[in-house]
């Protein structure tokens, strides 16, 4: 590597190793550091990217996006950025092992950990279909289905009211937590038929024909097909915060048309951006982040 690269990539899943093939591609020695912890490698098949009609597990997708980085000469390692500051001509990143690696750019493409339901053999679950985080991804697949959202705030009843026009069997279960609604929120809910059950959940099998069966306290047994989880996303955030660059009330980077954060020579794309959380969004911001690089750079000489 050059004691400079010209970008440091944080980040390994669609976002950040599409721009690793731009970069690439536009001759510009970049790094993308690697986590391995993308989001996209929990999808069991993605059924709405485009070009892909019988649907693409997504860690095929981020194998082929990774190969097709690779082939152009990117450089992608696995492991971690620790900490991040300005120096004079750009940044400095401190890797997990210690290392030191300066760069004119850093593009921030770390993505957000969604809040999880404490079930057994989750990864299990979530490759069957049982327990799902996205329904703009995948409502289509469980039209009819009796679905269970699981959660307690505002985003939950979003979901179950989104979740509704794919289904009429659909239940907003908080965990035991408090739901508090208005009388309107509530009597909105009751009219599209959204059940709302606040009482904890104590077990969790297999029950029917692949289904979910939860025992609640009181000890009504309910089946559902699938499970939403609704608790919440935690943006990756922390590095862009180390070098003080504007973030909107949930921690994610806010940027302009061309990805550019609010710290000069800072960039950001995908998931931990404040936009839509979908794999074709992150791809698309990646090209944008990536281009945008590409003339800053020129044009700095």
């Known amino acids: ?14 976002a ?15 790094l993308v550091v690697d986590e391995a912890k993308s989001r996209c490698s929990w999808i069991p098949t993605s ?10 597990p997504g860690t095929d997708l981020l194998a082929r996006i990774r190969a097709q980085a690779e082939t152009y000469g990117g450089q992608i ?9 300005r120096v004079a001509g750009g940044f400095r990143a401190t890797l997990g092992d210690g290392r030191e690696v300066d760069a004119a750019a850093v593009l921030l493409a ?28 995948d409502g289509y697949e469980v039209i009819d289905k009796r679905i269970a959202v699981l959660g307690h705030g505002a985003q939950a009843v979003g979901e179950a009211r989104f979740i509704r026009t794919y289904s009429p069997a659909v239940t907003l279960l908080t965990l035991g937590e408090p739901m508090s609604l208005t009388v309107e929120e509530r009597t909105e809910l009751d009219a599209v038929g959204i059940a709302v059950i ?12 692949q289904s979910t069966r939860l025992t609640l306290e009181s000890g009504q047994i309910l089946d559902f097909d699938t499970l ?3 608790l919440g996303i935690t943006a990756r955030s922390g590095l862009a915060e180390q070098i003080g660059a504007e973030m909107d009330a949930d921690g994610r980077l806010i940027v302009d048309r061309h990805q550019r954060s609010s710290v000069p020579g800072f960039y950001a794309a995908g998931d931990v951006v ?10 698309g911001e990646a090209a944008i982040a990536a281009t945008a690089i590409h003339n800053d750079l020129r044009h700095r000489g």
């Open 1 to 14: 590597m050059p004691s400079m690269l010209d970008c440091l990539i944080v980040g390994g899943g669609p």
């Open 16 to 30: 950040g190793l599409t721009a690793a093939i731009y970069l690439a591609r536009y001759r510009r020695s970049a």
């Open 47 to 56: 059924h709405n990217l485009a070009g892909f009609t019988g649907g693409i």
């Open 77 to 85: 390692e696995t492991g971690s950025v620790a900490a991040l500051e």
């Open 110 to 137: 770390t993505g957000v950990i969604d809040g999880q339901p404490r079930v057994p053999h989750l990864y299990e679950a979530m490759q069957r279909g049982q327990i799902r985080v996205c329904p703009i991804c």
């Open 198 to 209: 606040e009482e904890p959940v104590t077990a969790v099998d297999a029950g029917a024909d």
């Open 228 to 230: 939403y989880s609704a």
């Open 274 to 283: 404040s936009t839509l959380n979908q794999i074709a969004v992150a791809m």
